[in-house]
């Protein structure tokens, strides 16, 4: 079922969904199984939305507050079974010297989320800045917070990649944190080594893989290095792997784990001239290998990848100066790249940008969306689906919805019923080998 393009809410500028390494949109797969948006949608407020199918959306009437326009967020959740529940967690920063943690408990018999804590602080840095804060959920539920702290050092400027995990898993209280480590470390302190950071869940082990840029000398590096924790749950880094040696100064990128056991990490980006690229980590060896080409042509301006759990599908989604009023994407396997034709739709806004693709830590009935920013007032920030699925929830319910999708050559309205009813499931524990044991 095509859902959208379709407005979620007037968003602050064309930032409303800021942040290509960052995730805005989701479904809590659990319970109701109901999507929710974070959007810009005032100077310091990022206002949190949700909708049962993705045809209409509302205001849950949850707010973040940072510090300025520029303050960006990335969103994570975590199911917790054992309470019948999922937890939410966001990450932002305060005027740029703060980042904070927030977290909100979705009970399987609700749609609405309550607060579980607010503003806790993670790291300060007064004297400098941070920036693009990244955030995701190890596999035993411990919550990894990243970001780049700018240091000024006897006049020397120089940017330092951070990141430190709770040390509790499934927090709903502010939780305490580790000692921070180094994802990357700016020991030239020359000014130009500006980075950006994403964080993404691996299946089956601790650990995680931090996706991150570097400038060396001129020519921006993509990079993975692995983050664990040790039996006190501090964290440790692995070993570093480059990703491409030259990738596009705008350092555009997005990254998605497969869902398997030793899953292979996938990360799109814009080039040197302007492609789109895909490269793919293999976690288990260390070792990166190219991964086609979705789009040859060298007018990219918006990028983001996710993943489709039922068709073991990655989706690379797009957007290009030339016709700015189309969403594009292509797909491929994860078994080897074979990156299709392209598919596009058709928004009708002149001018469109900040992609943000549905987080893909969860399967949610293979669902695929897409959020994005129209560029030009009242900067409204819309949803598009090509796959949406009605979900099957954990209480039995009947439900009717009406939704009316457009094309790029036709539109058409349909009415659609469904009955979904109570579901057993049960996981089965898998070992896997922990990138940081190998020898």
């Known amino acids: 079922m095509t859902v959208g393009p379709v407005t979620i809410t007037a968003g602050h500028s064309s930032q409303a969904t800021v942040g290509e390494s960052q995730r805005k949109v989701f479904r809590n797969p659990r319970g109701l199984k109901y999507l929710y948006c974070w959007a810009h949608t005032a100077a310091t407020t990022w206002t949190l939305f949700y909708s049962q199918y993705g045809d209409s959306w509302a205001s849950t009437g949850l707010t973040t ?18 309470n019948n529940r999922t937890i939410i967690y966001v990450a932002y920063t305060i005027s740029n010297t703060t980042v904070r943690l927030s977290g909100w408990t979705i009970a399987d018999n609700a749609s609405l989320p309550v607060l579980a804590f607010s503003a806790s602080t993670v790291a300060t840095k007064i ?3 941070v920036f693009f804060t990244n955030i995701t959920v190890d596999d035993d539920g411990y919550v990894w917070i990243a970001w780049v702290e700018e240091i000024t050092d006897k006049g020397k400027q120089g940017f330092d990649n951070k990141a430190l995990v709770t040390q509790t898993a499934r927090p709903v209280a502010a939780p305490d944190y580790s000692d921070v480590c180094y994802i990357f470390e700016d020991t030239t302190r020359t000014g130009v080594n500006y980075s950006r950071c994403n964080l993404v869940t691996t299946t089956a082990t601790r650990d995680i893989v931090a996706i991150f840029t570097q400038n060396n000398g001129g020519l921006v590096l993509l990079q993975a290095i692995g983050l664990t924790r040790d039996g006190a749950n501090a964290p440790i ?6 990703l491409d040696a030259d990738i596009n100064t705008a350092m555009i990128f997005s990254s998605a784990s497969e869902d398997t056991v030793d899953s292979d990490i996938y990360c799109l ?7 789109l690229d895909c490269v793919k980590y293999d976690i288990s060896a260390g070792t990166a290998a190219a991964y086609g080409t979705p789009e040859s042509n060298t007018d990219i301006v918006s990028l983001s990848l996710t993943r489709d759990d039922n068709a073991d599908l990655l989706w690379a989604w797009y957007l290009r100066t030339t016709d700015l009023t189309l969403v594009r994407w292509r797909t491929s396997p994860f078994d080897g790249a074979n990156w299709g034709g392209e598919s596009s739709v058709d928004d009708g806004e002149v001018n ?3 992609m943000t693709a549905f987080r893909c830590d969860f399967g949610a009935n293979g669902l695929v969306s897409i959020v994005y920013t129209q560029q030009s007032d009242p900067w409204n920030v819309r949803y ?7 979900p099957t929830t954990t209480s039995t319910t009947t439900s009717t919805s009406t939704s009316t999708s457009t094309s790029t050559s036709t539109s058409s309205t349909s009415t659609s019923t469904s009955t979904s009813t109570s579901t057993t499931s049960t996981s089965t524990s898998t070992t896997s080998t922990s990138i940081f044991s190998l020898g």
């Not at 880094?237 to 480059?242: F, Y």
């Not at 980006?269 to 492609?275: A, R, T, V």
Request: proline share 2%; no cysteine.
């Open 384 to 390: 598009y689906s090509p796959n949406d699925e009605v």
């Open 269 to 275: 980006f814009m080039d040197l001239d302007g492609e």
């Open 127 to 129: 004297d400098d800045n």
């Open 65 to 82: 507050t940072t510090g300025a326009a520029d303050d960006r967020l990335d969103s994570a959740l975590v199911e917790d079974s054992a």
């Open 352 to 354: 469109l940008g900040r």
């Open 237 to 242: 880094t692995g070993g570093l792997a480059t």
